[in-house]
């Protein structure tokens, strides 16, 4: 029962995140409005504290870590069943309750495209002389 309880409260607590995308929504204006921001924190913190009641602006910050690389590992291994060519019945399944709270997020995980700085590098300078 008190387990319920506590995802009832979790969810309340994704719910409120969900509805500050100056948290979350990189594009977002507000994103750089501290306080904005700062006003969201002090939501999420008082909803916290309905389930920790020491809790700071910093454990809500690593509770919406620790949720969203939680929703990042199950779709990782979702899209690697499906990358892998499996048949629709043997595609992993999310096993986390919250997995489908996380919707909102949708693209704002996606990693930038990285360059690689070793075409930069002059072949010159790894021609380095011993005496």
């Not at 620790?66 to 199950?74: F, M, P």
């Not at 992993?92 to 704002?108: M, R």
Request: proline residues 3%; hydrophobic residues 30%; glycine residues 2%.
């Amino acid at each position: 029962m008190a387990s319920r309880k506590r995802n009832a409260k979790l969810e309340e607590f994704i719910e409120i995140y969900k509805s500050e995308p100056c948290l979350w929504r990189v594009k977002c204006k507000e994103y750089h409005d501290r306080d904005k921001r700062s006003a969201a924190y002090g939501k999420l913190i008082a909803k916290l504290k309905e389930l920790e009641p020491d809790a700071t602006k910093e454990d809500v910050i690593k509770k919406i870590n620790t949720l969203r690389s939680n929703v990042r590992r199950e779709k990782k291994k979702y899209d690697e069943s499906v990358k892998s060519g499996a048949s629709s019945e043997d595609i992993y399944k999310p096993t986390l309750w919250y997995f489908e709270l996380f919707d909102f997020i949708g693209d704002q995980d996606v990693p930038r495209s990285s360059r690689s700085n070793i075409s930069d590098i002059d072949e010159n300078d790894f021609n380095v002389s011993i005496n």
